[in-house]
């Protein structure tokens, strides 16, 4: 199967038309929060350069008062938690949608995502010091790594970069060619008197969660993802199946009718002896 931006999108819709008002009520109420306290911790003095529409100061203060954005941007992405595992939950044909039950995820989980995200914009951010085009190329690359950590929650960061990179080797173009889609349709929103943005946005964040799933039943890394999710069962199996066989190998072979006792007697002592000096541990 061939991903393609139309098929991507008309998933998106059908989701959004079936769930999207709730999440863009709830991206609106964020939004408005999320800008109230951040407006709340400036200074008088910025609030006095707007005033004055001096361009000049308030870029003075913004530059300051950098802390709180890193603060809010880390709170944006502890909400953004529960969005995808709520959009991959319905994307996957399940009933529940945004609720608390999105958040019950190890504190391990958090950490990795959080961490996962910081790391790759940073990459992002020097690649784009670098002529732009290496930036994008990284943020293609390493977009979907969050999204599996969240996905699977015994993950690690390294597990993520390695799936988000091998799972967009060879479709950098179609997944360039999604984003700049998806800003379209984000920035759609902006006509309908800036409010519909919320609603478009619910659109994009769909099509990010149906590309993801694409990409992890569709590539590569299919037998590595069982490999990641399953090894320990497929150890255990195995040892489980290997079990019978060491034991009947084990047992003491019945003795020739031909052989003496004397024999016998000295081929089991010899056979308990190997038994005896046998270590599963090895196997």
């Known amino acids: 199967m061939t991903l393609t931006i139309s098929d991507v999108f008309n998933e998106a819709w059908d989701l959004t038309k079936r769930h999207g008002l709730t999440f863009a009520v709830f991206f609106f109420l964020l939004a408005v929060l999320f800008n109230g306290l951040l407006l709340g911790t400036m200074p008088g003095g910025y609030w006095q350069a707007v005033f004055d529409n001096d361009v000049a100061g308030i870029r003075n203060y913004s530059d300051r008062e950098y802390w709180p954005n890193i603060v809010f941007y880390v709170l944006q992405l502890f909400v953004y938690v529960g969005v995808v595992v709520a959009m991959l939950n319905l994307a996957r044909g399940g009933k529940t949608g945004l609720s608390w039950r999105s958040y019950k995820l190890p504190l391990s989980t958090y950490l990795n995502y959080i961490g996962y995200s910081l790391l790759s914009a940073i990459l992002v951010l020097v690649g784009i010091l670098f002529l732009i085009i290496p930036g994008i190329y990284l943020a293609v690359r390493l977009a979907f790594g969050s999204i599996y950590i969240l996905d699977h929650p015994d993950a690690d960061i390294k597990e993520a970069f390695r ?7 060879g479709k950098e173009f179609t997944l360039l060619g999604l984003g700049i889609v998806s800003g379209f349709v984000a920035a759609l ?18 099509a ?18 069982v490999f990641y999710s399953s090894y320990s069962q497929t150890q255990t ?3 489980s199946a290997e079990a019978p066989r060491r034991e009947a190998a084990d047992q ?12 016998e007697g000295n081929s089991g002592s010899s056979h308990q002896n190997v ?5 599963r541990t090895k196997y």
């Open 208 to 225: 990010l969660v149906v590309t993801y799933l694409w990409l992890l039943d569709n590539n590569s890394l299919k037998s590595e993802k």
């Open 252 to 263: 003491p072979q019945p003795a020739e009718q031909s052989a003496s006792p004397k024999a």
């Open 275 to 279: 038994s005896s000096g046998y270590d």
């Open 189 to 206: 929103g902006l006509l309908l008197c800036c409010i519909g943005v919320y609603y478009t946005i619910v659109i994009s964040q769909f």
């Open 163 to 169: 799936f988000s990179w091998r799972a967009t080797e």
């Open 237 to 239: 199996t195995s040892q």
